[in-house]
T-cell receptor, first 113, second 114 residues
């Protein structure tokens, strides 16, 4: 079946370095993507989203890149901080009239001091 | 805004007992979602409502699960009878009716069925 998947289940990064989290999607009809951050014991928290008519979107210290040709999504975190340690999920929306999100497996990011 | 509120935060029960999870969405949000999160299956959508009406319950695992939304500010997810395999974290999320608006999640209820 079609699903959203992550290339790497874990990522260890040195504090201050940049982080890149990858996500592959297989549904060509998906037109909206969201990155969520989930800290231990908490619910997923919205980070940034991007629509399929864009290939890049920037937020505060985060950038999402969308490559529709290869169906790939990435989240870049600049100057990674200890507070960035969490599980990161990408989610996709399959298209109009569908308000459901399909979530990937998640990538655990650990920031080393 | 207080965000999505869920109760209880933790629930421990014995197999066969009825469990009721509660959710208060963000005021003004027209959509409400119930998810289940486990290590094995990740985050799964169980059911979602629009304006208090269930729209898609295809993710509800079986008849032991039921969800209601009697008004715009309250929803319940009930499991009767509960089984150990129902142990998971259950999340409620809400979103406004704008096109492609993101979902906002509550803190979750950690359910343990012994």
């Amino acid at each position: 079946g079609e699903s959203v998947g992550l290339h790497l289940p874990t990522l260890s990064v040195q504090e201050g370095d940049n982080s890149i989290i990858n996500c592959a999607y297989s549904n060509s009809a998906s037109d909206y993507f969201i990155w969520y951050k989930q800290e231990s014991g908490k619910g997923p928290q919205f980070i940034i989203d991007i629509r399929s008519n864009m290939d890049k979107r920037q937020g505060q210290r985060v950038t999402v890149l969308l490559n529709k040709t290869v169906k790939h999504l990435s989240l870049q975190i600049a100057a990674t901080q200890p507070g960035d340690s969490a599980v990161y999920f990408c989610a996709e929306n399959f298209g109009s009239n569908d308000y459901k999100l399909s979530f990937g497996a998640g990538t655990t990011v650990t920031v080393r001091a | 805004d207080a965000g999505v509120i869920q109760s209880p935060r933790h629930e421990v029960t014995e197999m066969g007992q009825e469990v009721t999870l509660r959710c208060k969405p963000i005021s003004g949000h027209d959509y409400l979602f119930w998810y289940r999160q486990t290590m094995m299956r990740g985050l799964e959508l169980l059911i979602y409502f629009n304006n208090n009406v269930p729209i898609d319950d295809s993710g509800m695992p079986e008849d032991r699960f039921s969800a209601k939304m009697p008004n715009a500010s309250f929803s319940t997810l009930k499991i009767q009878p509960s089984e150990p395999r129902d142990s998971a974290v259950y999340f409620c999320a809400s979103r406004p009716s704008g096109y492609r608006d993101t979902q906002y999640f509550g803190p979750g209820t950690r359910l343990t069925v012994l």
